[in-house]
């Protein structure tokens, strides 16, 4: 069996409150960040995050945009299914942060969704890796564990969800995003000094943005939701926080549910069978976000 291995050369500075993450955030070299999907939900958040802290960022898409003329970015045209035009579109950067993908199964054929997201992973990964390019963040999703959009028996061994609990992928987009992290795990064997990291991210919005969903579309998605700038803050620090190389799994979501009602009485009605391995007090959320706190200095302290 094939393992994953961490190699630590130093420890992360121990982070107490928001001021001294942001203090870490920002006080990294400047970096020439290439943002596949750019234009996306994602990728408008996140490319203006960056400049905001002082990095230059290569924003790409599938169809040409007009520069801005800010100077601190600019606009490169690749169809991500198509190696030749993401590798030259990666040229001269120093990091990439994977975002394009078909973001949900509900208006593509699965093999669409599956081969687009399986094949742009892969295409990313390895021009990367071919030009050296040494860090590496791919958007994952929590729906790699097989979610939201599920065509079969949703599983799970305990609560809360961390990175040790093995996805069980049964739709075409779950399935994507678990063979990209699998990629990205055998990248980092390729490329031992490369630093892949995978964030397993869940639906970007404001707490009091987020637009009602169904009881059950709500209780596949475990009642999760993140803060965009905390989202934001998670991709830079899987850059530039720590020292570290090899592939690693973090959740981001937030701490708590979207919900009022106490967690354990909504555990008792969706998943009475699940065991409790955590502390599921309060209105406290499904995904243990510890590891990235330990090895990214991530903390989700937005409160809305």
Known sequence: MCTNTTVYN?????????????????????ERIAVTGARGLVGKVLTKYLKEQGHYVI???????????????????AEATDYNAVKEAFRGADAVIHLAAVPDPIKRGDHVVHNVNAQSGYNALHAAGGLGIKRFVFASSINAHGLAYSQGKIEFTSFPLDETIPPC????????????????????RIYPDMRIVSLRCTELSLLKELEPREEEEDARWLWSWVNPSAAARAFLLAITAGDFVGHEIFYIVAPVTDRKEPTMELIQKWWPGVPIKGDMSGTKGFFDCSKAHKMLGWVHVEQE
Not at 16 to 29: F, H, K, P, Q, W
Not at 59 to 73: A, C, F, L, M, Q
Not at 169 to 188: G, I, N, R
């Open 10 to 30: 130093r420890p992360l500075p121990s982070l107490r409150n928001i001021g001294r993450e942001l203090e870490y955030t920002t006080s990294a070299v400047s």
């Open 169 to 188: 992928p049964s739709d075409p987009y779950a399935l994507s995003k678990a063979l990209v992290e699998t990629q990205c795990a055998s990248f980092a």
């Open 59 to 77: 924003e790409i898409n599938r169809t040409p945009e007009k520069d801005s003329g800010d100077g601190v970015s600019e606009q490169r045209t």
